[in-house]
């Protein structure tokens, strides 16, 4: 009986690896583990020099014309951000700057904090409004490029506004 047990639990173990692996490399590759099947797909014409292409693309559009962003569900996403920000005045810096006060303000203006050469190469470019704040959230490699910030972004619209309405409310 003994061998049964020993292999049933090697084969829990394994499953929970695999479901491990598997839901990690799409968490890492898309930024979510939810299906993307009703995601709206965007199509790109692409010209080449002997035809001309159609590429289908994923675009993560959402309707928010009737949406209401909400303080109160941006402090629970803010959440995310704990662990490398603080939101409170007079906060200090952790792995990334304290985020008190920061909308309105300029890129990379927060003193005392170290930013990476690729923020501070944006100097006197951005100010943080909730045009910017909201594409640096969706995909902060991707607006930053060389940022050493390792978070993959916030893909649902709807929660990046609920935190630019929370930030907003802290200054």
Sequence with gaps: MRNFENKFIVAVFAANLIAIVFFGGRYYLTGSVESSKDQPKLLVE?????????????APVEDLSNYVASADRGKKVAGKCKACHDF???GKHKTGPALWGIFGSPIASQAGYSYSSAFEAKQGEIIWNDDEIDAFLHKPKKYIKGTKMAFP?????????DLIA???EQR
């Design 166 to 168: 929370w930030m907003k």
């Design 46 to 58: 692409v010209e080449t020099e002997e035809a001309v292409a159609v590429k289908t693309v994923k």
């Design 153 to 161: 972004g916030i893909r649902k619209a709807k929660d990046r506004l």
């Design 88 to 90: 409170n005045a007079g």
